[in-house]
């Protein structure tokens, strides 16, 4: 257990709105990480970060903005949701160097709905 | 760019059954190579891990080899239980910093 809580854990929200959703961990780690996850595509990265204000995208980064402010949280903010951003959320953290050759540690996910 | 390439399912077992899920790569940077597990409702959890080439990982009775040679880190079970069904998640080696890339997935079903 990596101390990974992610809140909320389920929304419902209409197309237009904005959201943010939240990842919070107890160990203090580097490098955080927000995924997505959808049927027949597995997980792909939104963003990640590698400290406190350092991010960068991922491969589905666009609709989505990341902010990171203290070490234990990564906020992840989709600025105006729409239909297609529908889907499970994971965040998730790597231990030590994050290059590729740590594991990596995920949280209970936050099930997202958009209308 | 790194990509993976893992076994489409669903795949239905019966109980005791032996199982393979196939999982290739192209990258070749950091070595590390990781199979991931993911029970219905939860996020995914490391299964095992392999850290050079012809390494072998193994964990709950599931192991896999590192083959550097062919690309390849097949996860493979000599008797599943119906415990075991749940979603397989390959992780390949990437050469990007930081980032990691998942295969799609491969849902086993294990029957009693």
């Known amino acids: 257990d990596a101390g990974i809580t992610q809140s909320p854990r389920h929304k419902v929200t209409e197309t237009g709105t904005p959201v943010t959703l939240r990842c919070h961990q107890t160990?203090?780690?580097?490098?955080m990480y927000w995924y997505r996850q959808d049927p027949g595509h597995g997980l792909r990265l939104i963003h990640y970060s590698y400290g406190v204000k350092d991010t960068d995208k991922g491969e589905v980064s666009d609709g989505y903005s990341v902010s990171r402010s203290k070490t234990e949280d990564f906020l992840l903010t989709l600025e105006s949701a729409t239909s297609s951003q529908t889907s499970v959320y994971f965040c998730?953290?790597?231990?030590?160097?994050?290059?590729?050759?740590?594991?990596?540690?995920f949280g209970p996910g936050t099930r997202l709905t958009v209308t | 760019g790194d990509s993976v390439t893992q076994m489409e399912g669903p795949v239905t077992l019966s109980e005791e059954a032996f199982l393979t899920i196939n999982c290739t790569y192209t990258?070749?940077?950091?070595?590390?190579l990781f199979w991931y597990v993911q029970y219905p409702g939860e996020g995914l959890q490391l299964l095992l891990k392999?850290?050079?080439?012809?390494d072998k990982g193994s964990n709950k009775g599931f192991e896999a080899t590192y083959r550097k040679e062919t690309t390849s880190f097949h996860l493979e079970k000599g008797s599943v239980q119906v415990s075991d069904s749940a979603v397989y998640f390959c992780?390949?080696?990437?050469?990007?910093?930081?980032?990691?890339?998942f295969g799609t997935g491969t849902r086993l079903k294990v029957l009693a």
């Open positions: 990258a070749t940077g950091y070595p590390s």
């Open positions: 392999a850290t050079k080439a012809d």
């Open positions: 998730a953290i790597s231990r030590g160097s994050g290059q590729g050759s740590n594991e990596q540690y």
């Open positions: 160990e203090n780690h580097r490098y």
């Open positions: 992780a390949p080696p990437t050469s990007g910093t930081y980032k990691y890339i």
